[in-house]
Nanobody, 116 residues
Framework: QVQLVESGGGLVQPGGSLRLACAAS????????MTWYRQAPGKQREWVAV???????HYVDSVKGRFTISKNNAKNTAYLQMNSLKPEDTAVYLC??????????WGQGTQVTVSS
């Protein structure tokens, strides 16, 4: 059973940066995709960024140019580098591994708060 553990969240001022990590208990090289989502209080969960097995990346428009998703297969870890953070980026950030058809694994999430 694959497990995911997110880390790296915290409180940061507007304009600041954070790097989130999503550590997997299995080999992420075999995962079809790894995706970062976020959920703010009272809002629906939102897809943020995805990286494919081959390393292709895609982002929601609101984070393009500010966030970068990456992965290190040797460390079985995916990352989300977040720069130029805004208050509206405040949310719980979760990662999801898509292992195959009808096979998704979620982490527990890490809180990101952007506030002065």
């Amino acid at each position: 059973q694959v497990q995911l553990v997110e880390s790296g969240g915290g409180l940061v001022q507007p304009g600041g940066s954070l790097r989130l990590a999503c550590a997997a208990s299995g080999s992420i090289a075999s995962f079809n995709t790894m995706t970062w989502y976020r959920q703010a209080p009272g809002k629906q969960r939102e897809w943020v960024a995805v990286i494919t097995k081959g390393g292709n990346t895609h982002y929601v428009d609101s984070v393009k140019g500010r966030f970068t998703i990456s992965k290190n297969n040797a460390k079985n870890t995916a990352y989300l580098q977040m720069n130029s953070l805004k208050p509206e980026d405040t949310a719980v950030y979760l990662c999801k591994a898509h292992l195959g058809p009808f096979s998704d694994v979620w982490g527990q999430g890490t809180q990101v708060t952007v506030s002065s």
